[in-house]
Each structure stands twice: as structure tokens, then as C-alpha cells.
């Protein structure tokens, strides 16, 4: 089956604590991009990758890291969390970048404390 | 000024109706988006468009890339159709979003 797998689904954790989201897919998709979503803030682009080994800054990437040693893997690390992190993680990817249809994972709730 | 502007921000219609939902765009795009997110969180791509119209069943996507603006289209809805949707645009990579419009479809 087709799908954007993104682990872990719910977290919570303390400041600080470094973490990482997992983001895998089984489609061979060259776009992999991370967002995240806020009450009243709607969903806001925080890093993109176009094919492997290349990463772009979305519109709200401070405070993240990603890489994309490897095709179907796309993490998400949070070095030092913070509060303002607290947030929903959606995962996405396409065939061809933002001109084809985008897979989105089921996301990850994430609480810093 | 949102590089993005949805419209309405919410939408209560009745089984059967016929809805639009609008979306602005100000900046310079090669795609656009609609997304469907049911509570409980999911995302669903609904449509791509690049220019013209695309139909999936009762659903009906429009763009007009001059006007930079586009339309999406419910016919006979349904009770299921009860979600938020939002309008997503972007070029190369990067992606800018609609607030979304709540659509609550009653019986």
C-alpha cells in the first residue's frame, strides 16, 4: 500500500530534549516536505527536499534540522525543543515536487513541556 | 495580507446544496492545491491544478491563473463532505496556505 509513514504519532517531552519525527515513504516520490499546524495559524511549510541530499528552507524552519541521505526518508529533528514548538507534524510527499499530488502522513502531535 | 486568502472561513449548508469555496492568491505560482482534513487531523489531496478545471465524482476544481484565483465546487453535498478544506499554492518546493474553510454539511 502506498502511504507516508511518520513516527512517533503522539509525544510529549520536556525542553531541551532533542528529538527526532520519522517520515518514510514507499512510493519513490523525489519531494518530501514537513509542515506543521497551529490553531489560527493554519499549516506553515517548514522544510522541503527536492530529491536526496537537497533541503530548502520553508517559511518557518528556525528552531528545526532535516537531511535526505536516502530516498524514501525524510526526518524532522528538534535539537533543543521548545515550548513554542508544541505543535501538529504533517509529512508530505509527491512524485514531482509541488506540481504532482501531494501524500500526506497521519501526522504527529507533539507537546514540549 | 495573506499571500493567501480563502473565503468563506465558514460554510453551513444544507444535504443536497450546491457549494463554493474561494481562493486568492497573491504571489507567483506553478501549482495549486486543494486539501480536505477531517477531525481527528488527516490530510486528503483533493485536486492539483496547474490551469484550467478537473472533476473527481461531485467535486469540481477551477483555477484562473490571470486572476489568480480559484474555485472549489461541491455539487449535491453530503453530510461526509463535513471538513475543513484548504487551499494550498506553491512553486518549485515551497508552499504557502489558505486559513481553510470549515464546511459542516447537515441532514
Known amino acids: 500500500e502506498a502511504q507516508v509513514t511518520q513516527n512517533p504519532r503522539y509525544l510529549i517531552t520536556v525542553t531541551g530534549k532533542k528529538l527526532t519525527v520519522t517520515c518514510s515513504q514507499n512510493m519513490n516520490h523525489e519531494y518530501m516536505s514537513w509542515y506543521r499546524q497551529d490553531p489560527g495559524l493554519g499549516l506553515r511549510q517548514i522544510y522541503y527536499s527536492m530529491n536526496v541530499e537537497v533541503t530548502d528552507k520553508g517559511d518557518v524552519p528556525e528552531g528545526y534540522k532535516v537531511s535526505r541521505k536516502e530516498k524514501r526518508n525524510f526526518p524532522l529533528i528538534l535539537e533543543s525543543p521548545s515550548p513554542n514548538q508544541t505543535s501538529l507534524y504533517f509529512c508530505a510527499s509527491s512524485l514531482r515536487g509541488i506540481v504532482g499530488e501531494l501524500f500526506f502522513g497521519e501526522g504527529s502531535r507533539l507537546t514540549v513541556l | ?107
Open chain 2, 1 to 107: 495580507k495573506n499571500e493567501v486568502e480563502q473565503s468563506p472561513q465558514n460554510l453551513t449548508a444544507q444535504e443536497g446544496e450546491f457549494i463554493t469555496i474561494n481562493c486568492s492568491y497573491s504571489v507567483g505560482i506553478s501549482a495549486l492545491h486543494w486539501l480536505q482534513q477531517h477531525p481527528g487531523g488527516g490530510i486528503v489531496s483533493l485536486f492539483m491544478l496547474s490551469s484550467g478545471k478537473k472533476k473527481h465524482g461531485r467535486l469540481i476544481a477551477t483555477i484562473n491563473i490571470q486572476e489568480k484565483h480559484s474555485s472549489l465546487h461541491i455539487t449535491a453535498s453530503h453530510p461526509r463532505d463535513s471538513a475543513v478544506y484548504i487551499c494550498a499554492v506553491g512553486d518549485v518546493g515551497d508552499m504557502r496556505f489558505g486559513a481553510g474553510t470549515r464546511l459542516t454539511v447537515k441532514p
